[in-house]
Structure formats: C-alpha cells, structure tokens
C-alpha cells in the first residue's frame, strides 16, 4: 500500500490541509504553506524505502519563465508591499504586512513547481471548503440553537454569534462554499441533490448569523452568476423571477428569522445614533470614521501613498487627534481605501488590476468558481479589507492559484 503513494498524494494532501487550516488554524496556514514549498523543491520518489531527490527546476528561471503570466497578478500583491518599503519609516510595520502577504509569493512558486492540476483536482479543493464550511456552520447552528433566547436578544444590542473566525469572515467564506455547492451540483461527478441541500443549508444559516456582509455578498454575487447563466440559456423571463426572488428573501428572513430582525433593529439604532453624532464606538459608526482617516490621508499622499508601513501609526495619530473617544483605532474599512492611501494612485491602479486581471480571456459560463472568487473579494472589499488580513489571502490565493494551473489543462482538453 505505502509503494502506492506518490509525491501527488502529498502535494494533494498539503493543498486540502491548507484550506481546512484557513478555518480552524493560523498557524496551520504558515506551517502547510511551508511544507508545500519544501515539496517544491523535493521530490519524494518513494516512501518504502524512503526516496527523495532535489527538483532541480525548482532553481532554473526557466520554470518560471514558461509558466501562465497569470501567476505575477498573485506575486503583484507581495511586490507592491514590498516597494512601498521606500516610503514607509516603520519598518516592523512593514515587516509584518509582508508576512502577511508571503502567501501570494509562496504559493505561485508552489503551483509553478507542480503539474497543472486536473479540474475534478481543482473541484475537490472547493469540495474541501464546503465541507469544513458547514461542518462548522453546523457548530455555530448547534450552539445557537441551545441559546436561541439569550444569543438572539444579545444581537439587539449589537453582539454577534459566536464563529470559528470573526463573525464577519466567516459569513463571508459561507457565502463562497454556499456559491460553490450551487456550482459543483451541476457537475455529473457531484451529488446534485446532496450539494444543493449544503447550499440551502448555508444560505439558511448564513440568514440566520444575520451578518449584513456576508448577505449582501450572497445577494449580490448570487443574483449576478444567475442573470448571466439564465442569460446566455435564453431563459430571460427567469432573470425577472431572480430579481424578485433576492427582493423578497430580505423581507421574509425579517418577518420569520429572529436574529434578523434583532439585527435590523439595531443597524436602525445603529443610524439614529450616527444622526444624533454619537458615532464613537458603534459600529457603523466606527466604520464611518475610518472612512473620513482614510480619505484625508488619500488627499495628502495622492500619488505615491503614506507607505504601508506607516499607515497604522498615521491612522491611530488621526484618531488622537480627531477622535479620543474611539476605544478601538480601526485602519480604513475599505480595500480601495485602504490601498490608495497605502501605496498612493499608482499603486492602487496596479492593485486593481492584480485582483482583476486574473479574469482577462475568462468566460463566466466557463469559470464560475473563479469569477464568484473574484466577485466575492470585490464586493466584500468595499466593506473591509479582506486582501490585508490572513484568512482571505490564504484563500485568494489558493483558489486563485489552483484556478490558473486548470488553465491549460482545460485549455488543451477544449482542444482536442
């Protein structure tokens, strides 16, 4: 049995422990990211007797010459950190936003290294984050479900059920599994009815959570991959049933899900509070303020940013000076802002078409899985800054990476 294994099975192995590691272990990530790479550069030849031998292409420019040019949108987000190190004083700062972006490096060079991989490969991999997603989204049901009263009361008053990651991630990485189980039903090798129950569950759930995020990327995202599909069948009377369809769930889950309706009421307290200029220390109120940091440090650094490195000491300056009353010193809560004022208009375009360009000569019907990756960042960085924090970095570039080297193989099967 062990003569059976193949340096495939670990590669394999270490790609499908990485997004269980996104979920449930930060230090996981680095540690798996790790040893994708030493599996770059050693090729385990057998493991009875045990056998390796040193991957010499790992080392020749070649390898990374040939490969898609796709892969330097990826290495564009490490890059442009690290050029913004000439602009930037705090150079521990800065450390530490490259750290966080080593996986836009790292795993490029991992995928460069290894085959391409075999779309039912790339399947499985999303395969993976839907079930870790419900798995734990079975937890989350679970544990409110024991304390349904108590939790749902609590949201009134701002709280949030308890998740694995943040409340706000997770219901984010709900919507993508939700959106990828809708994608895997229509393929034969999938259990249609089995991955449209996990989307249904998930999407239930993720009402449930009530977490505004992650609903409006559902919404969004969802209704737009529908529209296109039923688009290009020339079912086009659907497209008014989908509209009406994402127009009414909203209402519905507000009448008939508990901690909906908790929520509504507190992101209407939430407004009034903002109205009355009591925006110290309410959510969305906070998220105001870094908005108003995030754009007047835009105005004084236009062109070339405040540097990555600086950007938290200048923002928690900004709050001393304007804001005192801010228990929490929150940095912009907008990629784009965020990114603007970090490494200036250059920067930004470059940033954009990093995280854009990716989908260049790529057809929704023929790369679902892509564009709702895609979409799902875009959409979720209008109200965060996923692509600064590591879970959704990790993810970005896994998926994205993964996406890419199906490329060709598709590109050749679609030939032949």
């Known amino acids: 049995m062990l ?36 599996l770059s550069i050693v090729r385990i030849q057998s493991i009875s007797p045990v056998k390796t031998y040193l991957n010499k292409a790992f080392f020749s420019t070649s390898t990374y010459r040939q490969s898609k040019w796709y892969y330097a949108l990826f290495v564009g987000f490490f890059l442009l950190t690290c050029f913004s190190y000439f602009n930037s004083e705090n150079t521990s700062e800065w450390w530490h936003f490259i750290k966080l972006k080593m996986p836009y490096l790292l795993l490029p060079i991992v995928f460069m290294n290894h085959q391409s991989l075999d779309r039912h490969v790339y399947h499985q991999l999303y395969l993976s984050l839907i079930i870790a997603v419900a798995a734990a989204a079975v937890w989350v049901m679970i544990h409110y479900v024991l304390d349904w009263a108590a939790i749902t009361d609590s949201i009134g008053y701002g709280k949030s059920i308890a998740t694995p990651l943040s409340h706000v991630k997770f219901s984010v990485l709900m919507t993508l599994a939700c959106m990828a189980s809708v994608v895997l039903s229509q393929l034969a090798r999938f259990n249609k009815g089995l991955m449209l129950a996990i989307a249904a569950f998930l999407c239930i759930s993720l009402h449930v959570l009530a977490v505004r995020s992650g609903l409006v990327v559902l919404y969004l995202v969802g209704a737009t991959l529908l529209m296109y599909y039923y688009w290009k069948m020339g079912r086009k009377l659907m497209i008014g049933f989908i509209v009406l369809a994402f127009l009414a769930v909203p209402v519905i889950s507000y009448y008939t899900i508990p901690s909906v309706h908790q929520k509504v009421h507190y992101v209407k307290y939430d407004l009034r509070m903002m109205q009355q200029g009591n925006t110290a220390n309410y959510s969305d109120g906070e998220r105001v303020r870094s908005l108003q940091i995030g754009w007047d440090i835009i105005q004084k650094n236009l062109v070339f940013g405040a540097g990555i490195g600086d950007i938290r000491d200048i923002v928690n300056e900004y709050y001393t000076d304007w804001f005192p009353d801010s228990s929490k010193k929150i940095l912009p809560h907008n990629q784009y802002l965020l990114a603007w004022a970090s490494y200036g208009l250059i920067g930004l375009l470059l940033f954009l078409l990093c995280l854009i360009g990716v989908l260049y000569g790529r057809r929704i019907i023929n790369e679902p899985l892509l564009y709702c990756l895609v979409l799902t960042i875009v959409i979720y960085g209008l109200v965060e800054k996923p692509l600064d924090e590591y879970v959704f970095v990790a993810v970005h570039a896994l998926f994205g990476c993964a996406a890419i080297s199906t490329f060709s193989v598709t590109h050749n099967k679609n030939q032949n």
């Open 3 to 38: 003569q059976n294994i193949s340096h495939r099975h670990f590669y394999y192995a270490g790609l499908h422990g990485l997004v269980w590691s996104i979920l449930f272990s930060k230090a996981g990530i680095s540690i798996l990211i790790g040893l994708l790479v030493l």
